[in-house]
C-alpha cells in the first residue's frame, strides 16, 4: 500500500536542528510541563520531545530572527487544541519556526551540520565472504538473499526527496509539520506512555499462557511430594542379592506383585528383600536403593521362592528421587514478571497450582486503510493486495498481544473516526493515512478526537510518518505508515514497547552482533535494516544485511532474523549493531497461538 502524501512527511535532524543530545538516559516525569524560555536551562530532552510533538516547546528559530524567545508554555496540549494554538501564534508572529535557508549556519543545506553524502558508508560491490562455506545458525531457507552466487541489487532511494534537502512546507490547508523525533527517544516515549499494565486477574492454568506473573510462583508442595523411583526396576533393601516374596495371602505361583505408579506400598522393606516397582512409584520405607530391570537376574531356588541377584552392588539412593529434591514447599519457583510459557504451566501444576495470577494480555485492533486494496486475487486495475492485514494479527499474537482479525476500512473520514470511538481495545493500530495528503485521515480523527499526540513522525528509514497519540487514559493509537516494511519500523518502533509495557513484560536484554557487510546509511536519521545470522569461521556469529529492503518490500524481512539499528552514516563490515530480534527469532511468542480461547473479539466482528 502506498502512502498518500509522503512528501509532507519531515526530514529533519531532530539533535542537529534543536541542539539537543539524546544519547543520556531520559530523566524526570511524563507530567512535566515543557514550556520554557529558548535562553534558560535545558530540561528533560524525553520531556522535551513530548512537547516538541504536541507543538507545546519553545520554538527554535534562526539567530537573530525577530521573535525568538516567544512561545507557548505549559504542558502537553490535546491534539484539538494544538490547530488553535498555531493559527493565534501565526497571527501575532510569534512562536513561529522560521524557515531554513542555504545562508542559515544551521541549516540542513550545510553538510557539516546535516551530515551529507560525504560521511556516507560506499556501496559495496557484493557481500563480504569468508573464505569457507557458510553456516547458517537458524532454520534452512529456500533461497539465500545474500549468498555468494547473488549478484549486487542496486539499491533504489528510500524517498523521492533528496535527503539532504530541507523539508517542504506545509501546503496550504495542511497542518504544520512537527519535528522527527530521534528513534530511540520514540522508542523511551512509547514505553513509558503507560504507567504500568492493568489490574492482574486470576484464572485457570491454560489461559495464563503467554501472560506475565503477576504474584511470585511459590511452590505448595515439596517437589516430589515423596521418595519415588526413577525407573522401572526392583525396590531393594541393603547389599544384597535379594530375597523376592510374595506378600502374606498372595499366590507363590508367578512373579510377585510390584507397587505402580499412583499406589502407595502396603508393607515396609525389610532388609535383604526386594519388590518390582515402577517408574514414578513411591519407594516403600526400608528401601535402600532401586535396582534397574536391566541390571538385575532373578534365580529360581531349588527349595522354593526367587532370589535377585545384580552384577555390581546397588549403592544407596541409586535411581530414588528423595522427597524435596526439586523444591520444598514455600521456595520461590518464579518472581514476579516471568513469562508463563508451556514449561512454566506445568511447573505450577506440579507445585499444586489451579490457576495463576497474571497481567492479561494487551487487546489490540488493526485497522487497515485505503480503497486500493484488494483481500484476495491477483492485483487488477490499479489496485493491489493487502500485505499488512495478512501480517500484522499474526505478529501481534507472536508479542502475545489478543488481536482480533483485521478490519478493512474504505477511505472515508467519518468510517474511520466511528472506527476509532467504538473500539474497545487498548491499542489501536492504523495503517497507511498517517501523512498530510487529501486521503490520509488519521491526524484529522485524532484532532476530531481531542486525542494527545506523543510522538509525530521519527526520523527512521524506513517508517519516518508513524505516530503514537492517547485516545484516552488506557487507550492509545498507533499509526502506521502504508508501506509494508515501513509498518514493520513503526511496529517495533512504537507498538512494541506500549505493548510490552501494558503486557508487563521486560525489555529484551540488548544484544549487538557486528556485521558481515557494510550497511548505507541515512545523513540524519536511523535506518532499520533486515539482517540474517551467519556463521563466519573466523568471526563467529554475524548479522548479514539482506537485500530487498526498501519501504514497501517484504522480501528481505521475510528472510530476516532480525533488524539491525543502522546509525546516521551507516555501518562498515565488523560493526556492532544493536539488533532487534524478530519475535519468531526471539521465542516471545511462549507458545501462545491464535487460537487460543480470549473471548475477546473486536466490534463490528461477527
Not at 512509547?190 to 499494565?197: L, S
Not at 510462583?217 to 525407573?231: G, I, K, N, R, W
Not at 535379594?242 to 495371602?249: K, S, T
Not at 506440579?350 to 486494496?373: N, Q, S, W
Request: proline share 13%.
Amino acid at each position: 500500500m502506498t502512502d498518500r502524501g509522503f512528501g509532507k512527511e519531515f526530514d529533519g535532524d531532530f539533535e542537529g536542528d534543536f541542539g539537543w543530545d539524546f544519547g543520556s538516559e531520559p530523566r524526570g516525569t511524563a507530567g512535566r510541563a515543557g514550556g520554557k524560555a529558548a535562553d534558560e536551562e535545558r530540561g528533560d530532552p524525553f520531556e522535551e520531545a513530548l512537547a516538541l510533538a504536541n507543538a507545546t516547546a519553545p520554538r527554535r528559530v534562526r539567530p537573530g530572527a525577530e521573535g525568538g524567545g516567544a512561545g507557548p508554555t505549559g504542558g502537553r496540549m490535546p491534539y484539538a487544541t494544538r490547530e488553535s494554538a498555531a493559527a493565534n501564534s501565526s497571527a501575532t508572529g510569534s512562536g513561529r519556526d522560521i524557515p531554513y535557508t542555504p545562508d542559515d549556519p544551521f541549516s540542513l543545506d550545510d553538510p557539516l551540520a546535516a551530515g551529507t553524502s560525504a560521511s556516507r558508508v560506499p556501496r559495496s560491490s557484493g557481500p563480504s565472504r569468508s573464505s569457507g562455506p557458510s553456516r547458517s545458525s537458524g532454520p534452512s531457507r529456500a533461497f539465500d538473499p545474500v549468498g555468494p552466487e547473488t549478484p549486487e541489487v542496486p539499491e533504489a532511494p528510500e524517498d523521492p526527496e533528496d535527503p539532504t534537502e530541507p523539508p517542504p512546507h506545509p501546503g496550504h490547508g495542511s497542518r504544520p509539520t512537527p519535528a522527527a523525533v530521534p528513534w530511540h527517544t520514540a522508542r523511551e516515549i512509547a514505553e513509558r506512555a503507560v504507567a504500568g499494565p492493568p489490574e492482574p486477574v486470576t484464572s485457570a492454568l491454560g489461559d495464563a499462557l503467554g501472560r506475565t506473573l503477576a504474584a511470585p510462583l511459590t511452590a505448595l508442595t515439596d517437589l516430589p511430594s515423596f521418595d519415588t523411583s526413577a525407573m522401572d526396576g526392583w525396590a531393594v533393601s541393603g547389599p544384597g542379592p535379594w530375597r523376592l516374596d510374595h506378600p502374606a495371602g498372595t499366590s507363590e505361583a508367578g512373579p510377585p506383585p510390584g507397587i505402580l505408579a499412583g499406589h502407595a506400598p502396603d508393607r515396609a522393606l525389610h532388609d535383604g528383600h526386594a519388590i518390582p516397582i515402577a517408574t514414578g512409584a513411591r519407594v516403600p520405607s526400608g528401601a535402600t536403593a532401586v535396582l534397574r530391570s536391566e541390571h538385575g537376574e532373578v534365580r529360581e531356588l531349588t527349595g522354593g521362592g526367587r532370589r535377585l541377584y545384580a552384577p555390581q552392588p546397588a549403592p544407596p539412593g541409586q535411581d530414588i528421587r528423595p522427597r524435596g529434591q526439586e523444591c520444598r514447599r514455600g521456595d520461590q519457583l518464579l518472581p514476579v514478571g516471568a513469562l508463563v510459557t508451556p514449561a512454566v504451566l506445568g511447573l505450577a501444576a506440579a507445585a499444586g497450582y489451579d490457576e495463576l495470577t497474571a497481567y492479561r494480555r494487551p487487546r489490540a485492533e488493526v485497522l487497515v486503510l485505503g480503497d486500493e486494496l484488494l483481500d484476495h486475487g491477483l492485483p487488477q486495475e490499479g489496485r493491489i493486495r493487502d500485505a499488512l492485514g495478512p501480517m500484522l494479527a499474526p505478529w501481534l499474537h507472536a508479542l502475545g498481544v489478543e488481536a482480533a482479525a483485521p478490519r478493512h476500512l474504505a477511505d472515508d473520514a467519518d468510517t474511520l473516526y466511528t472506527a476509532v470511538a467504538e473500539s474497545t481495545a487498548d491499542v489501536v493500530i492504523t495503517t497507511g493515512g498517517t501523512a498530510a495528503g487529501p486521503l490520509d485521515h488519521v491526524h484529522p480523527t485524532l484532532r476530531r478526537m481531542g486525542a494527545e499526540v506523543l510522538v509525530d513522525g521519527v526520523a527512521v528509514r524506513p517508517g519516518h510518518p508513524m505516530l503514537l497519540a492517547r485516545l484516552a487514559p488506557h487507550r492509545h493509537l498507533v499509526g502506521l505508515p502504508g508501506n509494508p516494511l515501513a509498518a514493520v519500523a513503526g511496529l517495533v518502533t512504537l507498538a512494541e514497547p506500549l505493548l510490552r509495557t501494558l503486557a508487563a513484560r521486560p525489555p529484551a536484554v540488548p544484544y549487538r552482533t557486528p556485521l558481515a557487510a557494510p550497511v548505507h546509511g541515512h545523513p540524519r536519521d536511523t535506518r532499520l535494516v533486515p539482517v540474517a545470522y551467519r556463521e563466519d569461521e573466523r568471526h563467529g556469529l554475524m548479522a548479514m544485511p539482506l537485500h530487498f529492503h526498501g519501504p514497501a518490500m517484504l522480501r528481505g524481512i521475510a528472510a530476516a532474523d532480525a533488524l539491525a539499528v543502522v546509525p546516521p552514516g551507516g555501518a562498515e563490515r565488523g560493526t556492532e549493531l544493536e539488533l532487534l530480534e524478530l519475535p519468531w527469532s526471539a521465542g516471545a511468542s511462549a507458545g501462545w497461538s491464535p487460537g487460543s480461547s480470549t473471548g475477546w473479539t473486536a466490534p463490528g466482528d461477527g
